[in-house]
């Protein structure tokens, strides 16, 4: 097993250890109605973001505000933390908190493979009711070259260098220029390359097999050597595809928190909706003039 993946079997050994802390990125309403992993305690990527931004993905910048609430949710620097959802009822959540994690310093953090899919399927051990955190101290050591801002990605997109590749997690549909809700324009930014984030899991929710997301990897474009830049809607499913790509043994990964939430809302910038390209132009004809009377 992959060292930032653990199995179910795994953490079920060492779901009683007090440096475990099991976080479950599923919504709130799914941890309290449906059950979660005994133990676990709950956490949205909802809550770590900038509470005075209108864009949705930005991460909150105060390292000091964030440092409380992961302390507060019992995530220390000396334990370990598993992160899990439900694979096929979310946008990349457990993604999201691994590379959050990763990027405020943390050493030693773990996405369940399969996460409560497969969990429940095995009928591993569960409980109800709200958490219980265990408080712990979180110091963080941001590491800055797992983020990217919009001024740089705006580099990237009017100077592309064949070093760096520009991926969109999005769908298809989104990328070619469906219409996203609460965002002003459709498309995806120039020189972008598309990559789903929903194919690299297998039916039980676990990832694919390494050869299988290369290959994926490598169709959609982008070479091992190469720099990449994750974007999607609002960082979340990016995070996923960001996950992915470590997995896959990809060195130069960045994540875009602002996305599409930012770069669709603000009209300097440059996009290219393929939809649009795509319709047939619209023929404007004269009116016909009124017979002169006299």
Request: net charge neutral; proline share 7%; with cysteine.
């Amino acid at each position: 097993m992959h060292p930032m993946l653990i199995t179910t079997e795994e953490l079920d050994a060492i779901l009683e250890r007090d440096d475990v802390v099991v976080v479950d990125v599923r919504s709130k309403m799914a941890f309290m109605a449906s059950g979660h992993i005994t133990r676990a305690v709950a956490a949205t990527w909802h809550d770590f973001s900038d509470p005075q931004s209108g864009i949705k993905g930005l991460l909150d910048p105060d390292i000091g505000r964030l440092e409380k609430k992961l302390g507060a949710l019992g995530i220390g620097n000396d334990r370990q933390v598993v992160v899990y959802s439900n694979p096929f009822d979310n946008w990349g959540d457990e993604g999201r908190m691994y590379w959050m994690l990763t990027y405020l310093g943390h050493p030693n953090v773990r996405v369940l493979d399969g996460g409560w899919v497969k969990w429940s399927k095995e009928m591993r051990r569960f409980e109800c009711g709200p958490a219980s955190p265990r408080p712990a101290v979180f110091k963080a050591q941001v590491d800055a070259s797992l983020i990217t801002a919009k001024a740089d990605v705006k580099k990237l997109a009017t100077a592309p260098s064949p070093g760096v590749v520009i991926a969109d997690a999005r769908s298809a549909d989104e990328y070619q220029g469906a219409h996203q809700q609460g965002i002003a324009r459709s498309g995806h930014i120039p020189t972008a390359v598309n990559v789903p984030w929903s194919q690299f899991c297998n039916p039980d929710g676990t990832v694919k097999p390494m050869d299988k997301i290369r290959a994926l990897l490598e169709k959609a474009g982008i070479a091992a050597e190469q720099e990449v830049v994750c974007y999607c809607t609002g960082g979340v499913r990016s995070a996923w595809l960001y996950f992915i790509l470590k997995l896959a043994g990809y060195e130069k990964v960045k994540n875009y928190p602002g996305s599409w939430w930012e770069w669709g809302n603000d009209y300097t910038l440059p996009v290219v909706n393929l939809k649009e390209q795509a319709r047939p132009p619209v023929q404007r004809t004269m009116p016909n003039k009124p017979p002169k009377t006299h």
